[in-house]
């Protein structure tokens, strides 16, 4: 009789250790998820071309998780900082998309941990700009028209090597304008640009662009060139005097032609004496 209630106490045993183990695998836990966003360093502190209408900052954040026993969660916040309830112990992967207040997607993070009871908090780096978009630039010069217009420009993504795209763009020289057309990764760009007429740098410059996923960014960017003269610009005075004298030239125009010829007469001021010996 003694033997088989111990029997009987050890089956109980057995039986209460493989339920807590079962609890264990099937219990619940809350977890605590952190957002980091790793992609605001990138952003350069000058004004930039970007998609109209897009912001450029983070908003809002996407959580989607995937679980035991297909166990899945999605959910959409505002804040950095996110508090699960009840989510099933063992293995997740968590899928973060941050996006702009338009909910347009920026960046994402991604991270796979062990949940428990005493490992119940993680954190997310947002590091990876995500999707592509597309790039248009229009170039203008003025009305004044060169010939033999050589078009040179470079693009560079943040982080990687500049890259030399001048065969792609479409110069239009009986205009004075140049347009080039492209899709681009997501991420920020150097655009890098000079003209040059017959071997002769016009001009040049350097502007920033912004690619959003799904996205056109549109650049109108307006070139000033400055020609420059044969010969100083002024006013150039011969004078047959043999010696200085004191006068003034009136009566003309506010406005010269430049190179122009003038012919005005001299009022002096001070009466020219002769000594002879």
């Known amino acids: 009789m003694k033997k088989y209630i111990w029997k009987m106490i050890g089956i109980v045993a057995i039986t209460s250790l493989l339920c807590v183990g079962c609890a264990e695998q099937e219990g619940t836990t809350n977890l605590r998820v952190r957002l980091s966003d790793a992609t605001s360093s990138r952003?350069?502190?000058?004004?930039?071309?970007?998609?109209?209408?897009e912001g450029l900052d983070i908003y809002g954040y996407i959580l989607e998780g995937t679980g035991p026993n297909e166990d899945s969660l999605t959910l959409t916040t505002n804040s950095s900082q996110v508090n699960i309830n009840?989510?099933?112990?063992?293995?997740?992967?968590?899928?973060?998309?941050?996006?702009?207040q338009q909910g347009t997607?920026?960046?994402?993070?991604?991270?796979?941990?062990?949940?428990?009871?005493?490992?119940?908090?993680?954190?997310?780096?947002?590091?990876?700009?995500?999707?592509?978009?597309?790039?248009?630039?229009?170039?203008?010069?003025?009305?004044?028209?060169?010939d033999e217009i050589d078009f040179v420009l470079g693009l560079q993504k943040q982080g990687n090597e500049a890259i030399d795209v001048s065969s792609a763009v479409l110069v239009n020289e009986q205009s004075s304008s140049?347009?080039?057309?492209?899709?681009?990764?997501?991420?920020?760009?150097?655009?890098?640009?000079?003209?040059?007429s017959q071997g002769?740098?016009?001009?040049?410059?350097?502007?920033?662009?912004?690619?959003?996923?799904?996205?056109?960014?549109?650049?109108?960017?307006?070139?000033?060139?400055?020609?420059e003269t044969p010969e100083p610009t002024g006013l150039s005075i011969q004078s047959t005097f043999g010696r200085s004298i004191s006068?003034?030239?009136?009566?003309?125009?506010?406005?010269v032609t430049p190179h122009s010829p003038l012919a005005q007469p001299l009022q002096m001021t001070q009466k020219v004496l002769t000594h002879m010996r």
């Open 43 to 53: 952003a350069i502190a000058r004004d930039m071309y970007a998609p109209l209408g």
């Open 86 to 100: 009840g989510l099933v112990i063992g293995t997740w992967n968590l899928l973060v998309t941050a996006i702009n």
């Open 105 to 146: 997607p920026l960046a994402t993070g991604e991270k796979t941990f062990q949940l428990t009871t005493r490992n119940n908090s993680v954190e997310v780096i947002i590091d990876t700009l995500i999707g592509s978009g597309d790039l248009r630039v229009d170039f203008s010069w003025g009305e004044e028209i060169f």
């Open 178 to 196: 140049a347009q080039y057309q492209t899709t681009l990764d997501a991420g920020v760009y150097e655009l890098t640009y000079s003209i040059y």
């Open 200 to 227: 002769v740098k016009l001009t040049g410059g350097i502007d920033i662009i912004r690619i959003l996923d799904n996205k056109e960014t549109h650049a109108e960017v307006a070139l000033t060139i400055k020609k």
């Open 247 to 255: 006068g003034s030239i009136t009566g003309i125009d506010d406005v």
